[in-house]
């Protein structure tokens, strides 16, 4: 009887650990997204890089004015970018007594779940403003996975238009 249990929860386990802990749903992702912008707003790199796989690889297109960039980041070239950039933010912040906070707005237009729902595509359109002046808007295509239990981004396509200030 014992060696019955035991099998029954070790299926389980593996259930869990094959199957359950890798399904996305669209509330879960959501709650991801809404999990990015808190940290972003605390200045939490860390946590942004942690949400990446590995094998992490994104394409993004930059453009000011008549200048284009486009850039290939692997996880560690984006985790310094977003170190950079996050440790600019928060000393804009601190010089200013936290008067010109960055406004990050960042919406979910489209989710896309695999049949298996162990892959998603997400489109994302986000604003980022200081005061009443727009610095950027971005669209973004990321592709998303489920792991032990933790949504990861494996990459996408991003398109950035970065606006000088009048």
């Known amino acids: 009887m014992n060696k019955l249990i035991l099998l029954a929860v070790l299926a389980g386990l593996a259930w869990w650990y094959f199957d359950y802990s890798h399904r996305l ?3 879960q992702i959501r709650a991801a997204y809404e999990a990015d912008t808190d940290a972003l707003r605390r200045f939490d790199a860390d946590s942004l890089c942690a949400r990446m796989d590995d ?3 994104a394409e993004q297109t930059s453009r000011q004015g008549d200048h284009t960039t486009q850039l290939h980041y692997d996880k560690p ?3 310094a970018e977003l170190r950079k950039s996050v440790d600019a933010m928060q000393r804009l912040s601190a010089a200013t007594g ?7 707005q960042q919406e979910v237009k489209a989710i896309e779940l695999s049949t298996d729902r162990k892959h998603a595509t997400v489109q994302t359109v986000s604003t980022i403003r200081l005061g009443d002046m727009t610095l950027a808007r971005d669209r973004t295509t990321e592709h998303l996975i489920r792991r032990n239990g933790h949504i990861l981004s494996t990459g996408g396509e991003s398109r ?5 200030p009048q």
């Open 98 to 104: 936290g008067r010109f906070a960055l406004d990050i």
């Open 55 to 57: 094998d992490f690889s």
């Open 160 to 164: 950035t238009w970065a606006y000088t």
């Open 77 to 79: 070239g984006l985790c």
């Open 25 to 27: 749903t669209e509330t």
